[in-house]
């Protein structure tokens, strides 16, 4: 019973500003960050991780993206549309039984509207903040994301979803955010940290994003997720480094197992 094997799906690139990743870092200094979503599939069925980017970008970005699409240029192809992802492993998007969204910005929920059958799993205190977010948040949630009539189920704190695959409660760039950690066969555990851990150095130097709604609880879950890789002897996978996307498995045709 369980997980049994984890895809990392990726979903094309975000041009970004360095100190969004790592506060008071060399800002000006531009970065090719990747977006990807994580596919888990169990015995249970398949768990899809965030959706990625918003396929309606590739042909009109400022539809899709508004202000984003120039603060943050998105490069995408088709190929990097989740859906297409999905075909290269011979599985349909109503073969989703479970969307985990990290949160619900722009980058993590840029095709939630493809998969009707699925639950989404999501903090309440995120939920409730996206749909009427403060005005210096609102670019960040967008309604033409994640505004759909999903079946989505609200949670509040750490969440085991079932045997080997837990959500964690990790508040800090957002004021709901989540991780996941999947217990795996053979590669062990691994936790899908999203962007409570954006780079590896934000971890490895116990510093917050720069563009956090709470630093206090940033490093609070850094902390959280530090503990937790010990404790477990887990593998923690940022949501946006560069350096490290280029050496994990990607699929296709790789995996973990």
């Known amino acids: 019973m369980g997980p049994k094997r984890l895809f990392l799906l990726g979903s094309g690139y975000l041009d970004i500003d360095r100190s969004v990743f790592i506060a008071g870092s060399r800002p000006g200094t531009r970065v090719r960050a990747p977006v990807y979503c994580g596919l888990i599939e169990c015995d249970e069925g398949y768990v899809l991780v965030d959706t990625g980017l918003n396929p309606t970008g590739i042909e009109d970005p400022e539809s899709a993206w508004g202000v984003r699409a120039k603060e943050a240029p998105p490069s995408m192809t088709p190929a990097d ?18 969307v985990i969204n990290t949160h619900l910005h722009w980058d993590h929920t840029g095709a939630n509207r493809f998969f009707k059958q699925a639950r989404f799993v999501v903090q309440k205190v995120e939920y409730d903040f996206a749909w009427n977010p403060p005005a210096e948040f609102q670019k960040f949630y967008m309604s033409n994301h994640f505004r759909y009539p999903l079946d989505y189920w ?23 955010h989540q991780s996941v950690m999947v217990e795996l066969p053979r590669s062990g555990p691994v936790i899908l940290a999203g962007d ?19 630093a206090e609880s940033s490093l609070s879950s850094l902390d959280k997720l530090g503990r937790l890789a010990e404790q477990e002897n887990a593998v923690i996978m940022p949501g946006h480094d560069p350096d490290w996307w280029q050496n994990v498995r990607h699929s296709p045709p790789d995996y973990y197992g």
């Open 154 to 176: 609200p949670v509040e704190g750490d969440l085991e979803l079932m045997p080997g695959l837990k959500v964690l409660s990790t508040p800090g760039h957002t004021i709901g």
């Open 196 to 214: 409570a851990v954006y780079l590896e150095e934000n971890i490895r130097r116990r510093v917050p994003p720069g563009n956090c709604w709470s």
């Open 81 to 98: 549309d989740v859906r297409s992802r999905l075909r290269e492993l011979g599985i349909r998007p109503e073969e989703i039984k479970w």
